[in-house]
């Protein structure tokens, strides 16, 4: 008897107390003669069962996380569009108001022409049509 490993003489190999196993990592067997091969592999596949399932929660976290992205730049969006629409509002009424005081004036005058024409039919001669004129002038 001779032992590949230890070169004692009173095992072989298969039976070497101080040879490690490559499979399990433990003394006392080698490798070919492992029965932890089973536990292992089912360790290896645990651990790739876990791996794939934390990639699978990173991918979800991801997911969720773009998802709650992009729900911020359309709730901004939105913002922006209603902000948008409420100075164009502005501007609309801003520009109604100028026009209303605009007609407003321009009945204004008219009213103030209707007056004068008015006034200017007891007038009798042209020195005092000038004069009311004048006079007139002053308020338009
Ligand atoms: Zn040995
Ligand atoms: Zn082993």
């Known amino acids: 008897m ?3 490993y230890c070169k004692k003489k009173n ?9 490690i196993c490559r499979i399990c990592k433990l003394f006392g067997h ?18 790739l069962e876990a ?10 976290n991801k997911l969720e996380t773009n998802k709650l992205e992009t729900n911020k730049l359309e709730a901004n969006k939105l913002e922006t569009n209603k902000l948008e ?16 005081n605009f007609h407003t004036h321009l009945k204004k005058k008219e009213l103030k022409r209707n007056e004068i024409i ?23």
Request: charged content about 30%.
């Open 2 to 4: 001779y032992c590949k």
């Open 11 to 19: 095992h072989n190999i298969d039976d070497c107390p101080d040879i």
């Open 30 to 47: 080698p490798h070919w003669k492992c029965n932890n091969k089973q536990e292992i592999n089912k360790l290896e596949t645990n651990k």
């Open 51 to 60: 791996n794939k399932l934390e990639t699978n929660k990173l991918e979800t």
């Open 85 to 100: 629409t409420n100075k164009l509002e502005i501007n609309k009424l801003e520009t109604n108001k100028l026009d209303n």
């Open 118 to 140: 008015y006034n200017c039919n007891n007038i009798e001669n042209l020195h005092d049509f000038k004069m009311f004129l004048d006079m007139q002038w002053g308020e338009i």
